[in-house]
């Protein structure tokens, strides 16, 4: 596990993206696992900057999201498949037939689910699986208690993330109550996964993350499990942890 401290979400953006880009670069066919919320937000910026810059192609790209919720259309401004338009693949050369998000409104999301492992597989995996981490330790939508072993699958959202995404939202009662994510199982296929981490509100988890017992209590804690992880966090987001999980290994 590699832990990169930066000063602050500026930093962060420019080293993730600037990660994916050599990525991308280096493997033109590269499928992506990609993350909403507001932690990459900047990163996607970067990435969109360097396209008008230098034109790095996202042609031969593939892209699936983490996560999406249940009842919202993509003309939804709340949707993710929204979020993943606006903020990055209607400012980049990638093939909209090449990014794939779970599908919120098909008649069955179980079977919705079953198709997006199976889409997931065809392609050949996920090579880079960007990932933002929940103030309870969520990893995508796979919430405390979710076990390791799921798949992509139909969740009920925890109260306190439904209050946390409110802020996107009218009111909290126009937060869905489901979504459907990608499994801690798919997350952990990835052959590599770039955690995100900003802000002093992450920090007591960062450190539950780095420091406490991995358990399905905590999701993210999984990720010590993974062989090649690399966190990116902030000077904020690592105020609670102890000297000794500062330094990169
Ligand atoms: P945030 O969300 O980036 O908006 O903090 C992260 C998450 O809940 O996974």
């Known amino acids: 596990?590699?832990?990169?401290?930066?000063?602050?979400?500026d930093e962060l953006s420019l080293l993730a993206?600037?990660?994916?880009?050599?990525?991308?670069?280096?493997?033109?066919?590269t499928v992506l696992g990609l993350a909403t919320g507001s932690t990459p937000?900047?990163?996607?910026?970067?990435?969109?900057?360097?396209?008008?810059?230098?034109?790095?192609?996202?042609?031969h790209v593939t892209t699936f999201n983490l996560d999406e919720y249940v009842g919202l259309t993509s003309a939804d401004q709340n949707s993710y498949n929204y979020y993943m338009r606006e903020h990055l693949f209607k400012s980049i050369n990638i093939n909209p037939?090449?990014?794939?998000?779970?599908?919120?409104?098909?008649?069955?999301?179980?079977?919705?689910?079953?198709?997006?492992?199976?889409?997931?597989s065809e392609s050949g995996g996920i090579d880079l699986q960007i990932l933002g981490l929940g103030e309870n330790g969520h990893i995508g939508f796979n919430e405390p208690g979710t076990s390791f072993s799921s798949r992509t699958h139909v969740v009920s959202l925890a109260e306190s993330t439904r209050e946390a995404n409110s802020r996107y939202?009218?009111?909290?009662?126009?937060?869905?109550?489901?979504?459907?994510?990608?499994?801690?199982?798919?997350?952990?296929?990835?052959?590599?996964?770039?955690?995100?981490?900003?802000?002093?509100?992450?920090?007591?988890?960062?450190?539950?993350?780095?420091?406490?017992t991995i358990t399905e209590k905590v999701p993210a804690t999984v990720l010590r499990n993974h062989s090649n992880i690399t966190i990116i966090a902030d000077e904020a987001a690592v105020k609670c942890l102890t000297k000794h999980c500062q330094i990169s290994s």
Not at 17 to 29: C, L, S
Not at 41 to 59: A, C, H, I, P, W
Not at 104 to 109: L, Y
């Open 1 to 9: 596990m590699k832990i990169n401290i930066v000063k602050n979400i």
């Open 17 to 29: 993206a600037r990660k994916i880009i050599e990525r991308v670069r280096k493997q033109p066919t």
């Open 41 to 59: 937000l900047g990163t996607y910026y970067k990435l969109v900057q360097d396209y008008r810059d230098n034109k790095t192609s996202y042609k």
């Open 97 to 120: 037939n090449q990014t794939f998000l779970p599908n919120g409104v098909g008649i069955d999301p179980a079977i919705e689910c079953d198709k997006y492992e199976a889409k997931i």
């Open 169 to 212: 939202f009218n009111s909290l009662s126009d937060v869905p109550t489901k979504a459907i994510t990608m499994g801690i199982e798919t997350i952990m296929e990835a052959r590599e996964v770039l955690l995100l981490v900003s802000g002093e509100r992450k920090a007591k988890v960062l450190r539950e993350v780095l420091e406490g």
